[in-house]
């Protein structure tokens, strides 16, 4: 490990991003809004206001970033692949992540090194040397920017790439130290499928004898967003205030009609990668945002194969945090 560097894994992830480090995680939840007047300062006739976004801005412009954004200001909400290469909202959305990393763990003094996790279509396919180009060359550098009025900076020395579901992978076999655990390494070795369920899409990826097998790893726009559409087909909402909703538990009545649906998608994008393949695998691997909503369907339908870690949503970032102390 170099200790002249600090050491991050980052999943850019649609839904949120996720950052673990030496001191620990965090979630970041990727809503972000343009700033525009009328913001309340008294409170009205004693009704509750939601907690009040990260205000960050700089040359890329300025923005609201965070939990409760999409009510603040004119959601922007770009969910295609393009937006990880660097676009305004992106910077704002990372800037705000760190921010917010280092009010809780506390300011970098170091430079920092970056395992960042990337879907499998970005590493896929005739753009993928292009996409992992644009990430490295707005990542790597020095930042600066504003948040609620203070100024912060950091800068990034080193970024390795990295498929999402890899992540996972580590996450089960490897310990917080970098070392392998012993009664879990096989499965570089033997079959091992990961599923990722993430905000945007769903990754199936097959791993033996440390090699992808590349017939049976790929990946579909299946993830949480699909099941928001399912839930509110008229579009009425932003998908980043469904997500709240959702998180809320205040969508219990339309998850019952659009679940079932959603689980269909999700089983016809698993048997169109694998087929009948999973029965044959070690384990199966289970992570992302979506592994909650799934858990029980999952773990049913692949018949006690299926690893589900306690934190699904944060295994993504903390396995690749452990890729960089294997690497370092």
Known sequence: ???????????????????????????????????????????VGGMKRSKRPIVVKGEFGEFYVGANAHDFGRPVESLDFN?????????ALWYGAMTTYQRKYGLFDKPLALMVGLPLQMMQGDRALEYQKLVREWMIGHHEWDADGEIYMLDVEKVHLAPQALGAMFDYAVDLDGALIADRASVFLKETGVLSIGFNTGEAMVVEN???????TGGATVGVRRLLELVDPLNRFSKGKLDMKLRRGQLKE???NALP?????VD????????????RFEKMIVVGGGAVLLKNYLVRNFRGKAYVPDNPVSAISRGLYKMLLRKG
């Open 1 to 43: 490990m170099n200790k002249e560097l600090i050491y991050l894994g980052e999943d850019l992830g649609m839904g949120a991003n996720k950052l673990w480090g030496a001191d620990g995680g965090l979630q970041f939840l990727s809503q972000a809004a343009t700033v525009r007047g009328g913001r309340i300062y008294a409170s």
């Open 83 to 91: 937006r990880l290469t660097g676009t305004p909202e992106m910077r």
């Open 210 to 216: 440390s090699k992808y097998t590349e017939n049976l």
């Open 254 to 256: 339309e998850l019952k």
């Open 261 to 265: 649906t959603w689980e269909v998608d």
């Open 268 to 279: 016809g994008f698993i048997e169109d990668r694998w087929g009948k393949s999973h029965q």
